[in-house]
């Protein structure tokens, strides 16, 4: 596995490339949840690459990136294990050269960012699809791999990739849980252990909704009742919604497959977000 | 030479070319400014591509873009005769899909947009960078040719390319003018005969200001000096500054080679915008 360091070196690697390039685009702390993406990509490319940056540009809170989790060496270890041929671990002055101000250049996704994750973090959109264009133009991959469980997150990747005309195939995957449900995260090493104890319910109610629906039930009662639900276990809720799977539109009716519900919720300090299909 | 319509063809020409290629991004109705640009892209390129797209996304006025000159056929021959060898030439619907909405992504450049043409007219770089980004992906080419006239649009461009990592090395060629020093634009074309004959004293304006500078008279007098003129010709003006030739930001003292002078004037209907080094 060769480890790259700078985006000069990502491009001329990329250039002896032959075969398609399949790119997991990570800000390290790699969990199960990483590794089946890389699996994924090896399953389907014929060179794995994956990207190590913790972006400051999508933090608003600067505790927030402070305390996030750093673990290079054994997420290079995760990698080569999991199947990667090629680690991008540039720094953020190589990434952004005139950090701390930010580049004058950005990246914006209309619509689709206005609400959840784009409301509740200002900017934090923004910095996304900065440095995805920026990752996907320097690695120029033909796949690029991104979880379901940021599910707005890989719906704003995937407008921003066409929109530019970006020559890749964005895929979202699966999002791989604990045996107890907790989708896989690395903010769940926040979690004091009675939180870890009360987080899986995030995700059982998102089930019990999903199922309700499913069976006919009105959708604002069984949203009512699954927020209640969620306070109840002791959650802050921050939103629990029925929206259209591809456009994350409202939805007027309840057709199967193409109703998401997304939920975003507060334990104690830590924010958790999952979201299912209906 | 070889026209291609869509996006998709322009990209499937593009992975068989070999060697360098240079791109002249044009709004179409070609004067002997692009053709200076295409005759250059021709000396230092192996293959010459002109691309040909009125881009709706940088027009504020509707009016504007409904009568800005279309000449398709007479710039194909243009293209053929400067040199080119590829003229990409997309719709509207294949470069935005959702026309007559706006495409959900926009690229933006803070700093360098916020004066001048950035402030009188508001969107427009939004939508310059946003339209030299897709076309700088949809081709890739190694250069890509600008005409100084545009000085901030020039600015503009290279810092999007530079910050988004675009593998393409932007270069600046000098305005081309008319016997009179009027600067070659397709919007002359609005221009009366009393205005045409009026329309040279901008350059004329710029190049006294520049010399008066040079023999080291104080900037505010020679400016407002400047401005005067403007106004005495039948000009509104709309600015006329002296700017680091690099970054665009205020001089506290003028160095040689450093400074430029940028100046917008309406004449009648018609707004001109010239520029010159001091």
Known sequence: MVTLPTPAEARAVRRTLRGTVGLVPTMGALHRGHISLIARAAEQCDVVAVSIFVNPLQFGDPEDIAHYPRTLEADLAVCAEAGAHV?????????????????????????????????????????????????LIQCTPDFAMFGEKDYQQLKVVNQMANDLDLPVTIIG????????????????????????????????????????????????????????????????????????????????????????????????????????AV
């Open 87 to 135: 680690v991008f671990a540039p720094t953020v002055s190589e990434m952004y050269p005139a950090w701390p101000d930010p580049p004058a250049t950005a990246v914006s996704v209309r619509g689709l960012t206005e609400n959840w994750e784009g409301a509740s973090r200002p900017g934090h959109f923004d910095g996304v699809a900065t440095v995805v264009a920026k990752l």
């Open 173 to 276: 995957l699966p999002t791989v849980r604990e045996k107890d449900g907790l989708a896989m995260s690395s903010r769940n090493a926040y979690l004091t252990v009675a939180e870890r104890m009360a987080a899986p319910m995030l995700y059982r109610v998102l089930k019990e909704c999903a199922g309700k629906i499913g069976r006919g039930q009105l959708l604002p009662r069984v949203l009512d009742e699954g927020g209640a639900a969620l306070e109840r276990a002791g959650f802050m809720l921050d939103y629990l919604e029925a929206r259209n799977a591809e456009t994350l539109a409202t939805i007027d009716r309840v057709d199967k497959g193409s109703v998401r519900l997304l939920a975003a919720a507060r334990l104690g300090r830590t924010r958790l977000i999952d979201n299912v």
